[in-house]
């Protein structure tokens, strides 16, 4: 409980710094407002979902500047025009080829995994150089020919639900300029709506759809127009609630020869304490034609341990299948100034203690 009270301070006091920002930046705020015309702005699985917004238009010398609508996974800088609105809906499909070992290397997935992920990220611009967007994911997973069956011989299962919804302030900080990058500040809590408690042993693992704890990610997102690159960069540091779950755990009993063997499965509450991690993301853009944009990115996830509170003994690997490295092409259409599509694939490079997947990604984006 008195974990729950920190955070919950925590998000109150980052909340309302969030919020103070754009009533307390008069200069910065009537600036943008004479530029508000020429701004337009960005926006469980394997695939973070989330990242492209209105379009990005970045401030340079040259009269031809390019417009895009941004990264699909990492994030952008620039926050979306003060009273305007963006719908983004994304598909991922991830199929997991390999499993990444505790030491790195590829091993067997010991059996056939694949999993949907849809979200919808609604984002609005509150003021002048704030936004804030929460994305709302729904996840099915699907497990076939599993070679380690479940209690009663289960070796198919699926399950689907939905995931943790996540709610991000985004304020701009620095205004790009020709030497100078657009720098922005990130909050988000995102919340246990994924299921994630009194898991089925006979679904295989298919019914968890997100970690138990409350997260809280604050950090930095920095673009920059490198003529003729867009490039974009992220560094979010997250943590993690202590929350309560049940194991079950199959006592030793006395089988009729007198023997020690393994009785029937007993759940057990047990107090889990996550551990924080960083993700740091990179992307670039490339502009074929007015219409056409070349994307690639890096992104990546790391562990540490818990900054706050008691020791981490729950890998956060497992709850949230972190990758430390992947990365994905793809390329963006921009069908006309508010409504684009964007399609590629996210590859696995290199892995411990998590599924090795291949993700195709669609994204659409409407500003309205």
Same mark, same amino acid.
């Given at each position: 409980?008195?974990?729950?009270?920190?955070?919950?301070?925590?998000?109150?006091?980052?909340? /309302?710094?969030?919020?103070?920002?754009?009533? &307390?930046?008069?200069?910065?705020?009537?600036?943008?407002?004479?530029?508000?015309?020429?701004?337009?702005?960005?926006?469980?699985?394997?695939?973070?979902?989330?990242?492209?917004?209105?379009?990005?238009?970045?401030?340079?010398?040259?009269?031809?500047?390019?417009? #895009?609508?941004?990264?699909? @996974?990492?994030?952008?800088?620039?926050?979306?025009?003060?009273?305007?609105?963006?719908?983004?809906?994304?598909?991922?499909?991830?199929?997991? #080829?390999?499993?990444? /070992?505790?030491?790195?290397?590829? @091993?067997?997935?010991?059996?056939?995994?694949?999993?949907?992920? +849809? $979200?919808?990220?609604?984002?609005?611009?509150?003021?002048?150089?704030?936004?804030?967007?929460?994305?709302?994911?729904?996840?099915?997973?699907?497990?076939?020919?599993?070679?380690?069956?479940?209690?009663?011989?289960?070796?198919?299962?699926?399950? *689907?639900? +939905?995931?943790?919804?996540?709610?991000?302030?985004?304020?701009?900080?620095?205004?790009?300029?020709?030497?100078?990058? #657009?720098?922005?500040?990130?909050?988000?809590?995102?919340?246990?709506?994924?299921?994630?408690?009194?898991?089925?042993?006979?679904?295989?693992?298919?019914?968890?759809?997100?970690?138990?704890?409350?997260?809280?990610?604050?950090?930095?997102?920095?673009?920059?127009?490198?003529?003729?690159?867009?490039?974009?960069?992220?560094?979010?540091?997250?943590?993690?609630?202590?929350?309560?779950?049940?194991? %079950?755990?199959?006592?030793?009993?006395? %089988?009729?020869?007198? %023997?020690?063997?393994?009785?029937?499965?007993?759940?057990?509450?047990?107090?889990?304490?996550?551990?924080?991690?960083?993700?740091?993301?990179?992307?670039?853009?490339?502009?074929?034609?007015?219409?056409?944009? $070349? &994307?690639?990115?890096?992104? /990546?996830?790391?562990?540490? *341990?818990?900054?706050?509170?008691?020791?981490?003994?729950?890998?956060?690997?497992?709850?949230?299948?972190?990758?430390?490295?992947? @990365?994905?092409?793809? @390329?963006?259409?921009?069908?006309?100034?508010?409504?684009? &599509?964007?399609?590629?694939?996210?590859?696995?490079?290199?892995?411990?203690?998590?599924?090795?997947?291949?993700?195709?990604?669609?994204?659409?984006?409407?500003?309205?």
């Amino acid at each position: 409980m008195r974990d729950v009270r920190i955070w919950l301070l925590y998000l109150v006091l980052c909340g /309302s710094v969030c919020l103070a920002a754009g009533w &307390l930046n008069p200069v910065f705020a009537a600036a943008d407002q004479e530029k508000a015309g020429s701004q337009p702005a960005a926006v469980k699985q394997d695939v973070q979902l989330g990242g492209r917004g209105e379009g990005y238009q970045p401030e340079c010398a040259t009269d031809e500047c390019p417009t #895009t609508f941004g990264p699909i @996974i990492a994030d952008t800088a620039i926050p979306i025009e003060k009273g305007k609105f963006s719908l983004q809906t994304t598909f991922a499909v991830s199929f997991t #080829t390999n499993n990444f /070992s505790p030491s790195w290397r590829r @091993i067997s997935a010991e059996g056939d995994f694949k999993s949907l992920g +849809m $979200a919808m990220k609604l984002t609005y611009g509150l003021w002048n150089n704030l936004e804030v967007y929460a994305v709302i994911p729904y996840i099915h997973n699907w497990a076939n020919n599993v070679q380690e069956p479940g209690p009663r011989g289960e070796r198919a299962a699926d399950f *689907g639900g +939905m995931g943790n919804i996540n709610l991000t302030f985004k304020y701009r900080l620095v205004e790009e300029t020709q030497t100078v990058p #657009t720098v922005s500040a990130i909050f988000t809590p995102s919340f246990p709506t994924g299921h994630f408690r009194r898991l089925n042993p006979g679904r295989l693992g298919m019914d968890q759809l997100g970690g138990g704890s409350y997260n809280f990610t604050t950090g930095l997102n920095v673009s920059k127009y490198l003529s003729p690159f867009i490039v974009y960069g992220n560094l979010w540091y997250t943590m993690g609630t202590a929350y309560t779950s049940t194991e %079950d755990r199959s006592p030793l009993v006395r %089988d009729e020869n007198g %023997d020690l063997v393994e009785g029937d499965a007993v759940s057990t509450r047990v107090r889990k304490y996550p551990r924080d991690f960083v993700t740091v993301n990179l992307a670039a853009e490339y502009p074929m034609t007015k219409k056409w944009i $070349a &994307l690639l990115e890096l992104t /990546s996830t790391w562990e540490a *341990g818990r900054l706050i509170g008691h020791k981490a003994n729950v890998a956060a690997t497992p709850l949230l299948n972190l990758v430390p490295l992947s @990365i994905f092409p793809g @390329i963006e259409y921009m069908a006309t100034d508010k409504f684009s &599509l964007a399609l590629g694939v996210k590859i696995d490079l290199v892995g411990k203690d998590a599924p090795a997947n291949i993700a195709p990604v669609l994204s659409m984006v409407y500003v309205f």
